[in-house]
């Protein structure tokens, strides 16, 4: 009688954090996929392309490949083997907005999408903005996510939590990563932040601004939902680059 060397599937063991595996490798790629969880890698058509776990509970699991609405059994490459750069496909912070436009009072800028009231030269909280949730990144507060028609500038300015290391730990993450934006499907790479001035009521204020052509294209996704009324979801997501 042959003994039977395949594992049992209990996604529960591959919480043991005991055994650690560097980020980014495959290894590490595929305890995630085993946690149900979905990773890419850098050089993928992020977010239509990605692997994932298919099968489960009614049949073998398997290791599915996605890409724009196609499905395949995969099989890695020695390539992805030895690869450094898989990174999971979540959001770190995810919010409903609706966008309206507004002309500041103290700039004459014209903004489309959202901005509270509470920033200096803007009278009327313009659009609306709820976080619907927020993983992995110390953001409490989000008082602007526009597009600046005049400065050609993409604005993010938020509040983090009231401590230092938060703080900080933001700051680190608009300067030092890649911003990804998903809307529908479809991706807009910000990339890394500016640092703009201080527009906010407390010390743990930030504005982080973007001037590139995915920023300017993001701009024009606000103006159109502007004109629609319609909300959208947006999932943001910041890469190591």
């Not at 009688?1 to 594992?7: D, G, I, P, T, V």
């Amino acid at each position: 009688m042959s003994e039977n060397k395949q594992c049992p599937f209990n996604p529960d063991q591959y919480q043991n954090k005991d055994v650690v595996v560097p980020f980014g490798s495959f290894p590490w790629a595929i305890v995630q996929v085993y946690l149900g969880k979905k990773v890419y890698r850098s050089n993928w058509n992020f977010p239509v392309e990605y692997i994932r776990l298919a099968g489960v509970p009614d049949d073998s699991p398997y290791i599915e490949k996605y890409n724009s609405g196609n499905s395949t059994h995969w099989q890695s490459t020695q390539e992805d083997m030895l690869a450094c750069d898989w990174d999971l496909m979540d959001c770190m912070l995810s919010f409903d907005l609706t966008s309206g436009t507004e002309t500041s009072s103290h700039f004459g800028n014209v903004g489309w999408g959202y901005i509270s009231d509470k920033l200096v030269g803007w009278p009327h909280t313009m659009g609306a903005l709820n976080i619907t949730s927020n993983n992995e990144i110390d953001i409490t507060e989000i008082s602007s996510f526009s597009w600046g028609e005049i400065s050609n500038t993409f604005y993010i300015n938020s509040s983090t939590k009231q401590d230092k290391g938060s703080y900080q730990k933001v700051g680190f993450l608009f300067q030092n990563k890649e911003l990804r934006v998903v809307v529908n499907n479809e991706s807009y790479n910000l990339g890394k932040a500016q640092l703009g001035h201080h527009e906010g009521d407390g010390p743990y204020d930030y504005e982080f601004s973007y001037q590139n052509a995915e920023a300017q294209r993001l701009g024009v996704l606000l103006q159109q939902m502007q004109k629609t009324g319609q909300p959208q979801n947006f999932c943001l997501h910041w890469v190591g680059k």
